[in-house]
């Protein structure tokens, strides 16, 4: 059965930090066919009618029809303490975050957390996340579950720790390295789920398992590699204190070969220039957390620099360090944490972070993020008038980005109509 979408529709065909608002393709009063979760077309509306009369049809108005927003940094365990009051990253991870994800053991609590997680995601038209679980292997197991019963493309791997971490969640080198091979054999392109290798970040590491886990990825480049670097300026200086032989933060990463093409790099707020030639010359992607680095008071991502020098960049909430489940609040936090810096981003940029940014930093940029034939048919659906506030503002809009600019800053779950995952619909209740 193919299923026939109407309504604004909206894709990138294009990089708008490159080619400015056209790299957007606007089909104002467009459609797009769907069939066995795939899209097999997008064009004008009359025609598409015309063409494909058999079509269950599906007539959102003058909704706007997006690529499914993709979230590429999360971490699902810490669903249940999001806006945690008042600390710093290291007292925030051991205040809040470390005796709740000592709590991932237990199946059943790994399993609810992971249903919550997703449930709250697609409710806020997000479609894929590539998130962090715990050290225990229970909880991929729970999140790959709770994602493969939703349809769901995601990427998630075990974070692996083994100091400056309560025993309760530090495994070891070799643990580390075996579970993780063992979760990837189980889980890697089983339907939609992608496995990542995930050391939590170098000061929660020995050496010996960033070896461990450099040597993982060294015999599985198939697959990615996600941590963070260099969110706060206190644990930069701890990482030069734990590892002194290294050139810098992410000369840590590259020595136990932790560097490469299919690496991702959550935060990346203080760079040294070393460090951004590196980044740029692998290929390698950087994440933006800007209600994460708002919340947690870590500074300001330099947008606009690092997209000029060449950097790959997607956007994420960061759940739990982050404040919001919703894309649209992540994209306003970007625009803010830009205007500190003085550059104002396009609708047009963020909203392309949300979708096709954050899939090409996955490397899931030719499946998923864009509306386009041959594309998975994950799709958000999203109301340019969800409040009485937004919709007097979007009344007055002159263009499409000036109509979509107030959702962007004011919207949220009320917003989403509906979200399309893998062709079937989840429509708001
Ligand atoms: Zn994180």
Same mark, same amino acid.
């Given at each position: 059965m193919r299923d026939l979408l109407i309504g604004q529709v909206l894709s990138f065909d294009d990089d708008p930090f490159l080619?400015?608002?056209?790299a957007a393709r606007i089909e104002a009063e467009g459609a797009v066919l769907i069939e066995d979760g795939r899209i097999l077309a997008v064009g004008p509306a009359a025609s598409l009618r015309a063409a494909h009369p058999e079509a269950r049809r599906h007539d959102y108005g003058k909704a706007l029809i997006s690529p499914g927003f993709v979230d590429?940094?999360?971490?699902?365990?810490q669903t249940g303490i =999001?806006?945690?009051?008042?600390?710093?990253l290291i007292d925030w991870l051991n205040t809040y975050t470390f005796p709740e994800e000592s709590?991932?053991?237990?199946p059943e609590h790994a399993r609810r957390a992971a249903e919550t997680c997703l449930d709250l995601m697609l409710a806020h038209g997000t479609t894929s996340v590539c998130s962090f679980c715990t050290i225990h292997p229970e909880s991929v197991d729970a999140f790959f579950t709770a994602a493969q019963a939703r349809g769901m493309r995601v990427m998630a791997g075990k974070t692996c720790m083994d100091?400056?971490?309560?025993d309760s969640l530090r495994d070891s080198a070799q643990s580390a390295y075996d579970q993780s091979k063992a979760l990837l054999e189980r889980?890697?392109?089983?339907?939609?789920l992608g496995y990542v290798i995930t050391p939590?970040?170098?000061?929660?590491?020995t050496p010996d398992q960033l070896a461990a886990l450099g040597a993982l990825w060294a015999e599985h480049p198939e697959v990615a590699m996600q941590t963070h670097l260099s969110e706060q300026k206190e644990e930069i200086r701890w990482v030069a204190e734990l590892f002194?032989?290294?050139?810098d933060y992410l000369d840590v990463y590259e020595r136990f070969?932790?560097?490469?093409?299919r690496g991702l790099y959550g935060?990346? =707020?203080?760079?040294?220039p070393r460090e951004r030639d590196r980044l740029r010359d692998v290929g390698a992607a950087l994440v933006h957390c800007p209600t994460s680095n708002a919340f947690i008071g870590s500074g300001l991502f330099d947008m606009v620099g690092l997209k000029a020098e060449g950097q790959r960049i997607g956007l994420a909430t960061d759940i739990g360090g982050g404040s919001s489940f919703s894309m649209l609040r992540t994209m306003a936090a970007a625009y803010e944490i830009a205007q500190l810096r003085g550059e104002a981003l396009h609708p047009a940029q963020l909203w392309w972070l949300a979708t096709a940014g954050s899939a090409g930093a996955l490397g899931l940029g030719d499946r998923i993020g864009r509306i386009a034939p041959?594309?998975?048919?994950d799709l958000t659906v999203v109301?340019?008038?969800?409040?009485q506030a937004i919709a007097q503002r979007a009344a007055?809009?002159?263009?499409l980005w000036e109509a979509l600019f107030p959702t962007i800053m004011?919207?949220?779950?009320?917003? =989403?109509l509906a979200t399309w995952v893998n062709g079937k619909p989840i429509h708001r209740a």
């Open positions: 080619e400015g608002p056209s590429a940094h999360a971490h699902y365990p =999001i806006a945690g009051w008042g600390k710093r709590r991932f053991g237990d100091r400056n971490a309560p889980w890697h392109g089983v339907d939609r939590r970040f170098a000061p929660t590491s002194p032989e290294a050139r070969g932790l560097l490469g093409a935060h990346a =707020i203080h760079l040294e041959g594309y998975e048919a109301d340019l008038a969800s409040t007055r809009a002159g263009d004011m919207g949220d779950d009320r917003a =989403i």
